[in-house]
């Protein structure tokens, strides 16, 4: 009996040692062989470094103004529209009075969010110094500041209008807030980078980067990585240049690790001295 629960156990065994080793021979096919592309470059100087990053961000940050600049106007409309400032045939009457300051409150919603969202790229690409801390949260959350212009005028306006009845009040209150709400948490950067984060890792010799996304690799083994076929390698300051501003989050984490110290009581590095033979 017990050489029969021996032998079960050691078929068990060989099964799983089987099915391991199966498991390990699809995942090995299943990885993607690298293909790189160098990006060289000669040493640059960190005005020259953050230069290009001012350049890397203005498009964004142009396009992410033009579409404020028409939430505004789209605003604006909507006031007009509510107030019965601004007439149409289609709009003297509910419910087309009700439906045209509705759109323009979406479209005025739309322009925040996506111009939030250009602006918060930019960021990224450009990122501020924390040394001026309101400098850098005015800078990280300028999508909130254009949410409230893009919208509470609309609604005090809506609340003080006395030609306007209780039930148009509340309708329009209650759609400008939630579009106000939807376009803070569009607007705040909930991770945002700061510019001596930036520069902290911009001397490394090597590292990888895809075509798409912000962020650079320490590894090229990275998991983030394992699905991507072409990688482009060279320096972090070449990296930067091309838009990849932030470290691999997974790739800094192994690169702490692995550069882990024993400490002293005081968390020092412990001083080691390499013994010579002669």
């Keep these: 009996m017990a050489d029969k629960k021996s032998n079960d156990a050691a078929k068990d065994a060989a099964e799983r040692a089987l099915k391991a080793a199966a498991a390990k021979k699809s ?8 293909t790189y592309t160098h990006v060289g470059q000669e040493s640059v100087t960190t005005e020259d470094l953050l230069a290009a990053t001012k350049k890397n961000a203005l498009p964004y940050r142009i396009f992410a103004f033009i579409l404020w600049i028409l939430a505004i106007g789209f605003e ?36 925040v969010v996506v111009g939030s969202l250009l602006w918060k790229k930019g960021n990224h690409l450009d990122p501020g110094s924390k040394k001026n801390k309101v400098g850098f949260w005015l800078r990280n959350n300028l999508g909130v500041v254009m949410t409230a212009i893009a919208f509470l005028p609309f609604i005090i306006i809506a609340l ?19 579009a106000l709400i939807i376009g803070t948490l569009f607007g705040i ?3 945002p980078l700061s510019q001596e984060e930036m ?15 912000t962020v ?27 838009g990849k501003t932030r470290m691999c989050k997974t790739c800094e984490a192994r690169a702490a690790k692995e550069a882990e110290l024993p400490v002293t009581t005081d968390d020092k590095p412990l001083e080691t001295t390499a013994e010579t033979t002669e």
């Excluded at 995942?27 to 690298?34: I, L, Q, R, S, Y």
């Design 27 to 34: 995942a090995e096919k299943k990885k993607v062989e690298h």
């Design 76 to 111: 604006v409309l909507a006031i007009l529209l509510f107030t019965l400032k601004l007439q149409f045939s289609f709009t003297m009457e509910n419910p087309g009075w009700t439906i045209s300051w509705i759109v323009c409150l979406v479209l005025d919603l739309i322009c």
């Design 160 to 178: 003080t209008d006395k030609k306007a009845s209780k039930q148009s009040k509340i309708i329009a209150v209650a759609a400008a807030v939630v």
């Design 189 to 191: 950067d909930w991770n």
């Design 199 to 213: 520069l902290e890792n911009a001397h490394i010799d090597t590292v990888y980067w895809t075509a798409s996304g």
């Design 216 to 242: 650079y690799h320490a590894y090229d083994d990275c998991g983030h990585l394992s699905n991507t076929k072409e990688l482009f390698d060279g320096t972090s300051a070449t990296a930067i240049e091309n």
